[in-house]
């Protein structure tokens, strides 16, 4: 890793000890889409969390220096879920298409979005303008995804991500058009998941397209 950067994969109930990273996660979050994007969206003084933070069912990929968080995102599998009564939610996808998501169209998906033990989605991306720090959370990402033996991953991110995925040769494949509300235009999209060799050999290139030297903070994905 560059500059003593690691990344901690973080789970109930099994990395409790290290749950600080997340609480610094979700404060980073609230500092990036709140602060500076201002998206009105759920949050606290400190913090930024919504529905699909709940219960034993995110994993958390976080970036950090010492104990410090430079970025992090968030993976759901599909075949969650949660809620009680008339309503009961699954990931931020599919929600958004069944109507469940007011702040989300519902037409972001052309067909119905899948449910499956396979299919994960990666939501709340998030990193300082760092292609290190980028690099390291897509390929945490990947790894983590392939030892769940997990086939896809779905995306709802700006309509810039999918253009760098397609870059770092991922098989991208659209699920929508390109949508939008007032906090911008979005699009969904799925990538498989690769073997860790031939993901890491595919990142090489990320330092060329992000450029080096640049400041500020990165929010990829919703």
Same mark, same amino acid.
């Given at each position: 890793?560059?500059?003593? $950067? ?20 979700? =404060? ?12 009105? *969206? ?16 995110? +994993? ?21 879920? &949660?809620?009680?009564?008339? +309503?009961?939610?699954?990931?931020? *996808? ?5 109507? $469940? ?9 052309? +067909? ?24 390291? $959370? !897509?390929? =945490?990402?990947?790894?983590? !995804? ?42 969904? &999209? ?8 031939? =993901? ?8 060329? $397209? ?13």
């Amino acid at each position: 890793m560059h500059r003593d $950067l690691q990344t901690a994969v973080l789970r109930l109930p099994q990395t409790v000890r290290d749950w600080d990273l997340v609480a610094k996660f979700l =404060a980073f979050r609230k500092e990036i889409f709140v602060d500076h994007k201002g998206w009105p *969206i759920f949050h606290t003084d400190e913090l930024e969390f919504d529905n699909y933070d709940g219960g034993f069912d995110p +994993v958390y990929i976080v970036a950090h220096r010492g104990r410090d968080v430079v970025g992090g995102l968030r993976l759901k599998r599909t075949d969650g879920r &949660f809620g009680s009564g008339s +309503v009961t939610y699954s990931y931020m *996808i599919r929600d958004a298409w069944l109507g $469940l998501l007011p702040g989300l169209p519902q037409n972001l998906c052309a +067909v119905e979005p899948p449910v499956s033990t396979s299919v994960w989605e990666m939501t709340r991306f998030v990193a300082a303008r760092e292609p290190e720090v980028v690099e390291a $959370l !897509l390929l =945490a990402a990947n790894d983590f !995804l392939f030892t769940e033996s997990a086939d896809e991953c779905l995306f709802l991110g700006s309509r810039a991500f999918p253009r760098l995925a397609r870059m770092l040769g991922w098989d991208v494949q659209l699920m929508g058009e390109v949508v939008g509300n007032d906090d911008g235009k979005f699009v969904a &999209f799925r990538c498989p998941v690769m073997d860790p060799a031939t =993901a890491l050999t595919k990142c090489r290139g990320l330092d060329r $397209l992000l450029g080096r030297g640049t400041s500020g903070m990165l929010p990829i994905l919703s």
